[in-house]
């Protein structure tokens, strides 16, 4: 079946620096790939759509300074957590849309901010 | 936009009994209903879902029925076992570049 792959998936960053997460559909071409944080013992929420060769439509309350997305391609969506706090720390996850409209998920990927 | 709610946040049964968990939602738009499977760390696994057109799927123990009337939908899982403990999230999407709206989860827990 298809395949969304997300990397890294761990990753420990310093407080102030920037981290960069990958989300590549393998077998399919996404031209929309959405974007969740995720904390511990909480639900998925969705912090943007990213759409490829445009700009991502950013959900209410997240920073598009601070959350980088860049859909370069149709395989590729990145998300670039800039000037990042400890309070960043959560799970990251993405999603594409197959053109048979099935969703699939990237492994996630855990960042921590020390 | 879509809201979903989800029902219990955490649910308790004794090893082959059966669980019920509900979700409503409120975009009349929407016509897909998945239900995710999370562990601790991983990403959500799809278990079943449900279309519009129908108002109810089953697959071996675990079924989903669709209101489309009353916005609802519920997840069953019949003969529960110590391994479907885990938090389930429904959620709600209508096709095109939209996405998935999650409920809150529910933190199922089977007791041997």
């Known amino acids: 079946g298809a395949v969304v792959s997300q990397h890294p998936s761990w990753v420990i960053c310093k407080s102030g620096t920037s981290v960069k997460i990958e989300c590549r559909s393998l077998?399919?071409?996404?031209?929309?790939m959405f974007w969740y944080r995720q904390f511990p013992k909480q639900s998925l929420m969705l912090m943007a759509t990213?759409?490829?060769?445009?700009?991502?439509?950013?959900e209410q309350g997240v920073e598009k300074d601070k959350f980088l997305i860049n859909h370069a391609s149709l395989t590729l969506s990145t998300l670039t957590v800039t000037s990042a706090h400890p309070e960043d720390s959560s799970f990251y996850i993405c999603?594409?849309?197959?053109?048979?409209?099935?969703?699939?998920f990237g492994e996630g990927s855990w960042l921590t901010v020390v | 936009g879509e809201n979903v709610e989800q029902h219990p946040s955490t649910l308790s049964v004794q090893e082959g009994d059966s669980a019920v968990i509900k979700c409503t939602y409120s975009?009349?738009?929407?016509?897909?209903f998945p239900w995710y499977k999370q562990e601790l760390g991983k990403r959500p696994q799809l278990i079943i879902d449900?279309?519009?057109?129908?108002g109810e799927k089953k697959d071996q123990r675990i079924a989903v029925t669709l209101n489309k009337t009353a916005k609802h939908f519920s997840l069953h899982i019949t003969e529960t076992q110590p391994e479907d403990s885990a938090v389930y999230f429904c959620?709600?999407?209508?096709?095109?570049?939209?996405?998935?709206?999650f409920g809150k989860g529910t933190r199922l827990s089977v007791i041997a």
């Open positions: 959620a709600a999407t209508h096709s095109g570049n939209t996405p998935l709206v």
């Open positions: 990213s759409n490829e060769g445009s700009k991502a439509t950013y």
């Open positions: 449900i279309r519009s057109n129908v």
């Open positions: 077998d399919f071409q996404a031209t929309t």
């Open positions: 975009d009349s738009a929407s016509n897909y």
């Open positions: 999603s594409a849309r197959s053109l048979g409209n099935t969703i699939y």
